[in-house]
Structures are given as structure tokens and as C-alpha cells.
């Protein structure tokens, strides 16, 4: 049974800086692409930052030279170092692989991680 578990979110002041972990069991991420997503209040999700297998990152053009993606694939663990950050980062942050896994025609989702950007 494949399971996401984000963690690291809360509430920051504008300009400030969390790292967001995921961790990944019933996957082995080390082969795949996988990204942090996220779902701002009443919009749809939407891809933040994505990381290859072998380590090529990109990065939605909001986030670019504010977040950086890593992983750890000997600990099938994903991280999102955000800095600078701005009242519109404010979303549930969720992390997949590049593109989602599918399971039975169904998206796999973790229960995402609540950051909230105040001024």
C-alpha cells in the first residue's frame, strides 16, 4: 500500500522559511521523478517543484530562486526548503511523483501539509 506523509508546514511571517518533508513507504521513489505540489485556498493544485531520479530540478516560475527541492533516496524522503516566502505560497503542500501515482484509476494523495503565509 503506497503512503505519503507530508510534515514541516505551519504558520510563518511573510519572508521567512520552512522545510517541507515527505516521506514514502510502499514506493520506491529512487527511480522516479517526484514533486512537491500544492493547493492554494479554492484554486486547484498545482505543481510547485519537481526533482528527477538523477537529481535535475524544476520549478514553477512563482517559486523559482525561492524553493529548492532534494531528495534522499537512500531514505525514500523528499524535502522542500521554501525561503522568502510570500502571503501567496499560503496552500496544503502535498508530495507525489512526477506525474501522481495511480492506483486503480484513483490519484494517490497524501494528507498535505498546511503552510500559512502572514503579513
Known amino acids: 500500500q503506497v503512503r505519503l506523509v507530508e510534515s514541516g508546514g505551519g504558520l510563518v511571517q511573510t519572508g521567512g522559511s520552512l522545510r517541507l518533508s515527505c516521506a514514502a513507504s510502499?514506493?520506491?521513489?529512487?527511480?522516479?521523478?517526484v514533486a512537491w505540489y500544492r493547493q492554494p485556498p479554492g484554486r486547484q493544485r498545482e505543481l510547485v517543484a519537481a526533482?528527477?531520479?538523477?537529481?535535475?530540478?524544476r520549478y514553477a516560475d512563482s517559486v523559482k530562486g525561492r524553493f529548492t527541492i532534494s531528495r534522499e533516496n537512500t531514505k525514500n524522503m523528499v524535502y522542500l526548503q521554501m525561503n522568502s516566502l510570500k502571503l501567496e505560497d499560503t496552500a496544503v503542500y502535498y508530495c507525489?511523483?512526477?506525474?501522481?501515482?495511480?492506483?486503480?484509476?484513483?490519484?494517490?494523495w497524501g494528507q498535505g501539509t498546511l503552510v500559512t503565509v502572514s503579513s
Open positions: 526533482i528527477s531520479s538523477d537529481g535535475r530540478s
Open positions: 510502499g514506493r520506491d521513489f529512487r527511480r522516479n521523478a
Open positions: 507525489n511523483e512526477d506525474p501522481p501515482i495511480v492506483v486503480a484509476y484513483l490519484e494517490i
